[in-house]
């Protein structure tokens, strides 16, 4: 069953597996409090968050056929809506390195790094996803972009400069409806059948 809270708790999923393969092990290459769900207008230079995740964009499921109502006690519910979310995967400069080429490389390797934790786990079984998502298969992939649609993109946000980033689709998400309407099923049909009359107002007999 699918809630309000699909994309919050979506987001803070996805932000467990980035966290998990970025901050855990013996070598980290972040902090696990470095990785947030910003976008990159919200970094400046005192920020030292190192990878943002930042769901830009919602569109509906393509993949699901529409579906009926559900029917239970006597009312009729609308389905659910069936939705896919868009994420920005930004990874910032380490402000602690001074030599530019040095920082250039490690954003580098934390954004490889990250995008290897969301294809790793690119298919999540439901029994790993929030009820408040779903209880389907969740599918994270990566969402090309041609070069002028992420410059789009990353200028909405900021007129700094671009940083290593790659974006997402992830779904489907389900939101339940609210709306719920008395519904009766149709048990008998009153059917009657009328014999035709001529203009004249004489009724036909004889099946003519």
Request: hydrophobic share 30%.
């Amino acid at each position: 069953m699918g809630s309000p809270s699909a994309f919050r708790d979506l987001t803070t999923l996805l932000l467990d597996v980035l966290q998990a393969r970025l901050a855990g092990g013996d070598d980290p290459l972040v902090e696990e409090h470095q990785v947030k769900p910003l976008s990159p207008a919200a970094m400046d230079d005192d920020s030292n968050v190192r990878v943002g995740l930042y769901l830009h964009a919602v569109s509906t499921d393509t993949g699901r056929t529409s579906e009926p109502p559900e029917i239970d006690d006597g009312h009729k519910t609308r389905p659910p809506l069936r939705l896919e979310g868009h994420y920005l995967l930004t990874v910032f400069p380490d402000p602690t390195l001074e030599e530019e080429g040095n920082g250039v490389l490690d954003q580098h390797e934390v954004l490889g790094t990250a995008m290897q934790a969301l294809y790793d786990n690119s298919v999540i079984e439901p029994d790993n996803v929030p009820p408040s998502i779903g209880d389907q298969q969740l599918t994270v992939s990566h969402d090309d972009l041609d070069e002028g649609e992420a410059l789009d993109l990353w200028r909405s946000f900021t007129e700094g400069p671009k940083q290593p980033c790659a974006t997402y689709r992830v779904g489907p998400i389900s939101i339940d409806s609210t709306q719920r309407t008395a519904f009766e099923r149709v048990n008998e049909r009153d059917v009657r059948v009328s014999r035709d009359e001529d203009p004249a107002g004489a009724t036909d007999t004889t099946g003519n």
